[in-house]
């Protein structure tokens, strides 16, 4: 036993000096691995840039905004932008087929609650609303922008109602009913609601019948002098969202009775919004409306709901192999595009947006996605860094591919996501703005032999 623990000693302390003899033989600057395995001519070089010649300006935007999935209301006066005013059209179908209001019916009131998941700018400015019934039907098969509208009758049925969105609000007593959730009541007038309780019971009978008797509603507010803001609305939450009719039948006065249409997926609505641009600042409507694109060297901006969007375009890279010794080739390693916001233009009233997306042009304005967005949100990015006040997007195979001729280099459309059913906004600094808000694209590269 003593002799087999003695040999096994031995062999463990031969290996322990085998493996302390190999680490010290591979102890060398990571600078001059593998330099015994190529020519010094064949070193691989890296260089970083991050003043990549830029040319961006900002242009005026449209948008679907078919069925979103928020409806918008409001209206505010935005010191940058101007004036937006939004809205939304909309069908509505009965909760019970068949239905009848019995004998003698007599309407009590006619109320659209809305139910109220957030909103932008400043909420205590009040609002004017205003509601019309469409005149027109809303088609399944159209496609519906920001600025398209539709005829509707000429009666307000609002009548000039005001409100103040509450959306921190989270009980509501209505009647007899406790509704946990945010919500804009709205009544309306008791022409419209007769008008609901006399149709005919085979009306109710299908949905198209009801829609081709009642087409549905426009919902907008008037223009604010100061501030104000934009609601956004669930119209498909059937829970909270509803257009109530309430009645009774005339020998039985003391029962009231309730009657509820709603908007589901199905059916047809769209947002509208009115913008008026000349109210905004003078740099503002000298880019988007003056058309003096050099100004975006300093400043470009970013709207939703149709507003503003923001070309980007490195106009040299098509140059960037053109010193390049024969037999020679750029790689890029990385591409950042750093998009910094304008501190200025930032308050506690206009909050940053979250999302942004980045997107390349055609030849023909169509625009597709980056190959760079395929690497996952994770990669790619577009998400509004809050601690150093910028939003970053990932380049590096979008630029290798215009570099490489596989692209033309077209330019980049950048703007903010839910473009069609949100209301936000932000300015970035430009690439010749001061160096803390300075628009640039961060290259790392290399140069390589084939």
Sequence with gaps: MKTRHSTALTCLALMIGTLLLAFASCKKSPNTIGNNLIGESEY???YHTDTVAIVCHSYLDSVNTTNPSS?????????????????????????????????NPVLDSLVLQLCLTGCYGDTMALQTVHVYELADTLS???????????????????????FRPHPRTKVNIV???????????IPLSQELGQQLLSLDTTVYSLPDLFKAQFHGLYVACSPIGQNGAISYISLTNNEYTLLQLYYHNAATPE?????NYYVTSSDVFFNHIDHD???????????????????????????TMGGVR????????????????????????????VLP???????????????????????????????????GNSYFGGSFNSSRQCVTFRLSEYLQSVIMGKKDNNGLSLGINGASYNAQRLVVGGPEASEGERMHLEVTYSIVKE
Aim: proline share 4%; aromatic share 14%; net charge negative.
């Design 341 to 375: 916001a304008s501190q200025s233009a930032i308050d506690s009233v206009y909050a940053p947006p979250k999302s942004f997306m980045l997107v390349g042009f055609n030849a023909d304005s169509t625009t597709y996605l980056l190959p760079d967005y395929y690497e």
């Design 140 to 162: 399944g098969s159209e496609t519906y922008y920001n600025h398209h509208t539709v005829a509707t009758q000429a009666v307000d049925h609002a009548n000039g109602y005001q």
């Design 310 to 337: 923001t070309f980007v375009k490195f106009p040299n890279l098509s140059h960037w192999t053109d010193t390049l010794a024969e037999g020679c080739h750029l790689v890029v390693n990385e591409a950042k595009l």
């Design 277 to 303: 641009y000349t109210q905004g600042n003078t740099d503002f409507v000298g880019q988007v409306l003056d058309g003096q694109t050099e100004l975006g060297q300093q400043q470009v901006f970013l709207q």
């Design 175 to 185: 009647g007899t009913d406790t509704l946990v959730q945010p919500i804009i009541r």
């Design 71 to 103: 409806a918008l209301l409001g209206a505010m006066k935005d010191p940058i932008f101007g004036t937006s005013e939004a809205g939304f059209y909309t069908q509505f179908r009965f909760s019970v087929a068949g239905q009848s209001f019995g004998v």
């Design 44 to 46: 691989i070089d890296v």
């Design 255 to 259: 029962k009231p009775m309730r009657y």
